[in-house]
């Protein structure tokens, strides 16, 4: 379930009218349902740079191959197995080393349960094909970290520079904003990002 912003923490964010208008408008955010972060991580890699509805249809037929969502199963189909469902060449090897990541460092949920956030990220970030940001979702939507700031993200870029009317074509200017911006997020910048989000989707969508 998500943590709900805290009364004490939503009043503080009245001074920030742009994003308390933003909340207020769009109510309760629908609870996030968590995934095993290894089934997480791999449908993250599967669908990067690819539409929603495509990546689903890839990962479904992806996990059709798969008597369980195992490392070892997943060790177990070749390559071209893979390619037959609709990855490409490199996804597929990005597949293959956060399988065999997850069983040489015999990884499993509770041992996150003992790590940081950063040491996570540093963790699996050792991982081939495994970025920053495909972590930072783990984090929020596997294991229920309520303090992650997607400031890479594109939506979150995009959502801040509507939501607080920034037009500014320089990345790294727009980076230090966000995050001198986010230290008000905390602890729930989690929560707020999904705001973002939806805030942003929804304008888009008219």
Known sequence: MTVP???THFNYLKNDTALYNVITQLGQLEPRVYQDPFVHLLRTIAGQQLSV???ASIFEKFTQLLQAP????VLALEIESLRLVGFSYGKAGYIHNIAQFWI???IDKKMFDQMEDEEIIELLTQIKGV????VEILLAFSLAREN???VDDLGIQQGMSLIYGWDIKDKKELRRLMI???KTYAPYSTQVCLYIWQWKNKLKAG
């Open 180 to 182: 001198e911006k986010s």
């Open 53 to 55: 509805k495509a990546a």
């Open 104 to 106: 040489d460092k015999k």
């Open 148 to 150: 992650i700031f997607f």
């Open 131 to 134: 970025g920053r940001w495909s």
């Open 5 to 7: 912003i805290s009364d």
């Open 70 to 73: 195992t490392p070892e199963n």
